[in-house]
Structures are given as C-alpha cells and as structure tokens.
C-alpha cells in the first residue's frame, strides 16, 4: 500500500515568510508525528498526534510553530516568520498499533531553505 | 533527560565482514527499541524492531537487546556496499505505547568493496 507522503518535498522561502508543510499517513494510521533533521545532525521531535487525544506539543521549538491534524489524517505544519534556524528536512511519520509493534514510518521529508 | 547514545563512527569494514553498531540509552524503563537506515539525502527507513531481551534475526540482520545493561545492538552479517548509509537507533521510553521516539545521532557506515 502507499506510504507516507510528504508535500512539498522541496521548499524555498524567504526570511520572515509563513509555510506550509503537510503530511498524509499511512491509511488507518492512528498516530502522526513530525521531526525535524538539520543539515548532519539526529531527528529531533517536535509534535505528536493519537486519534483524538491533546497533541504532545512538548518539541516544538518556539511560538511560530504549529501544527493540526484535521479529521484524523492529512496534518499540516506551519511555521510563521521563518528565520534561517528553520532550514533543515522536516519529516513526518505516522503509526499504527497492529499486533503490538508501535512502529513509525517515514515520508520522504520535506526540505526548507530560509534564505 | 532520556538519552540514546551511538557508537560516534564513522564504521568501515570490507565487503563480506560483521558490521556491529552499538547504542547505550538512559531510561531503564524503555520497552521499545529500533534500528532506522537511512541513506544519504533520503529519510530514515525501519529495518529492525526488538522488544524483549536477546536476539532477533531478519536475513542480515541480528538485533540484540540487553535491558539490564540497558544496551541495544545491530549486527549486520556479509556486509554489502549497499550496506553503506547511517544508522540509527531509536528508544521508545517506558509507559508510552504510541509516542515520540528518542533517537540516537546515528552511526555512519561504509562497505568497501
């Protein structure tokens, strides 16, 4: 079946400019999560969906970050007033828990470039 | 603070060789423990899961899981230069089912032919 899918795969914005980046999971996939990976560095969390539970907004780095998941599924990530920190691959994965396994899945990743 | 800490590499090993890439992590209540390839440019993919302590076998690849030692491992056996990429290791802590993973910076790999 399809996996996750990650749109745009490539961004390029300028300093102080809002985006957009969106994540569709796996079908039937109840959890959705976004990292972000800077250019040679680990995945680093930022937020957490499950079904209809309060989001885990425990990673997002500042204010100008938020996300929503609407209708269980498609979730977006807007970050506001970009500053050139933001560059980095910003990837989404998502989970299901089928027989105990709790494993996530990743999408190819979106790249932002902050000019 | 919960932390996964990798074998810094880079690894190299020849074509045909046991690649062994180790990871330590400090929450004794983990229950949850990945191994994540992820090759240049590209995301991370899931290769191994492992949940109870000893060993799992898939083709390859032999995860090994010491909970007491608090210590998970990645044998890779008849290494190939696709083998090539950086792997890392994640930790799911105790008490969470569904939630983030904390992962390791990854340990980089190469096969030489």
């Known amino acids: 079946g399809a996996g996750v899918s990650q749109s745009p795969s490539n961004k390029v914005t300028e300093k102080g400019k809002d985006v957009e980046l969106r994540c569709d999971p796996i079908?039937?996939?109840?959890?959705l999560y976004w990292y972000r990976q800077r250019l040679g560095q680990g995945l680093e969390f930022l937020i957490y969906?499950?079904?209809?539970?309060?989001?885990?907004k425990s990673g997002l780095p500042s204010d100008r970050f938020s996300a929503e998941r609407t209708g269980g599924s498609v979730s977006t990530l807007t970050i506001q007033r970009t500053q050139q920190e933001d560059s980095a691959v910003y990837l989404c994965?998502?989970?299901?828990?089928?027989?105990?396994?709790?494993?996530?899945?990743f999408g190819p990743g979106t790249r932002l470039t902050v000019l | 603070q919960k932390e996964v800490e990798q074998n810094s590499g880079p690894l190299s090993v020849p074509e045909g060789a046991i690649a062994s890439l180790n990871c330590t992590y400090s929450?004794?209540?983990?229950?949850?423990f990945f191994w994540y390839r992820q090759y240049s440019g590209k995301s991370p993919e899931l290769i191994m899961s492992?949940?109870?302590?000893g060993d799992k076998e898939d083709g390859r690849f032999t995860a090994q899981l010491n909970k007491a030692s608090q210590y998970v491992s990645l044998l890779i056996r008849d290494s190939q230069p696709s083998d090539s990429a950086t792997y890392l290791c994640?930790?799911?802590?105790?008490?969470?089912?569904?939630?983030?993973?904390?992962f390791g910076r990854g340990t980089q790999l190469t096969v030489w032919p």
């Open positions: 994965a998502s989970s299901f828990p089928a027989g105990g396994g709790y494993e996530q899945f």
């Open positions: 079908s039937g996939h109840t959890a």
């Open positions: 969906f499950q079904g209809n539970s309060a989001p885990d």
């Open positions: 929450d004794r209540g983990s229950q949850s």
């Open positions: 492992i949940y109870s302590n």
């Open positions: 994640a930790v799911r802590p105790g008490g969470s089912t569904l939630g983030r993973l904390y």
